[in-house]
């Protein structure tokens, strides 16, 4: 799609604590009545991130999958360009 046919475009950006942690939510999954969020660890303590049993996908990258009911302040940030317009 061209960028003159968009109306609109944002970035919504989600997060939340976990065991005290900070963590980005990337996905939202839906299994047996219960939501299921993909947290990446926002940290930069990898002694931490691996003493929480996270998944390890690259250096510093660190993931989990766990129920909504585990993470508390979740928040959700939506970023709106001003405009569309190339130059403005």
């Known amino acids: 799609m061209a960028v003159g046919e968009l109306q609109d475009i944002f970035e919504l950006n989600a997060t939340c604590r976990r065991n ?21 660890y926002t940290g930069h303590n990898a002694d931490i991130a691996e003493s929480l049993g996270l998944n390890k996908s690259d250096a510093g990258v660190y993931w989990t999958v766990v ?4 993470t508390n302040d979740v928040e ?3 970023n709106r360009l001003k405009t569309l317009q190339p130059g403005k």
């Open 67 to 70: 129920p909504e009911a585990e």
């Open 20 to 40: 005290r942690h900070s963590f980005r939510i990337t996905a939202v999954a839906h299994e047996s009545d219960q939501r299921l969020f993909r947290l990446f």
């Open 76 to 78: 959700l940030i939506q």
